[in-house]
């Protein structure tokens, strides 16, 4: 049996939004999130981890380039990122945080319009609902 893949936690430190960021062993992008401030949520996120295979390390390079750009957009000096993301979700998740991402910096669309995007009018509410599950809120 193979040993589960490493992934890495980070803490980025910032007045108004404190970041957790999860990087895979190949320093992709599989959680950016508000930074877990209790243990039961650091549990919780140590399960998402194990859900995949994965187990987590408390540690991190401060230069890897996830970090520097979300530390980046976080001082408004980015609005796009240029990183590998590996959001783990169902096909339709995986559709849905797809257009996500392809909304520019400083716009809005609605669950309706991003149903719409995807080619499902009808499906606002299963949007919304991916959306939440969202496992990567930044980027």
Request: some cysteine; glycine content about 8%.
């Given at each position: 049996?193979?040993?589960?893949?490493?992934?890495?936690?980070?803490?980025?430190?910032?007045?108004?939004?404190?970041l957790?960021v999860?990087?895979?062993?190949?320093?992709?992008?599989?959680?950016?999130?508000?930074s877990l401030?209790?243990?039961?949520?650091?549990?919780?996120?140590r399960?998402?981890?194990?859900?995949?295979?994965?187990?987590l390390?408390?540690?991190?390079r401060?230069?890897?380039?996830?970090?520097?750009?979300?530390?980046?957009?976080?001082?408004?000096?980015?609005?796009?990122?240029?990183?590998?993301?590996?959001?783990?979700?169902?096909?339709?998740?995986?559709?849905?945080?797809?257009?996500?991402r392809?909304?520019p910096?400083?716009?809005?669309?609605?669950?309706g319009?991003?149903?719409?995007?995807?080619?499902?009018?009808?499906?606002a509410?299963?949007?919304?609902?991916?959306?939440?599950?969202?496992?990567?809120?930044i980027?």
């Amino acid at each position: 049996m193979e040993p589960p893949e490493r992934w890495r936690v980070a803490w980025l430190q910032h007045p108004q939004l404190p970041l957790c960021v999860v990087l895979d062993g190949h320093d992709a992008l599989v959680y950016v999130g508000f930074s877990l401030e209790t243990r039961d949520r650091f549990d919780d996120l140590r399960a998402f981890a194990e859900r995949h295979g994965a187990a987590l390390d408390d540690e991190v390079r401060p230069t890897t380039a996830a970090l520097e750009q979300l530390r980046e957009y976080l001082h408004g000096h980015r609005r796009a990122f240029e990183l590998p993301l590996r959001p783990l979700g169902t096909e339709f998740q995986q559709r849905a945080w797809a257009a996500l991402r392809e909304i520019p910096y400083g716009e809005i669309r609605s669950y309706g319009q991003q149903a719409e995007r995807l080619g499902q009018p009808s499906a606002a509410r299963a949007v919304g609902h991916a959306n939440g599950q969202n496992p990567i809120s930044i980027v």
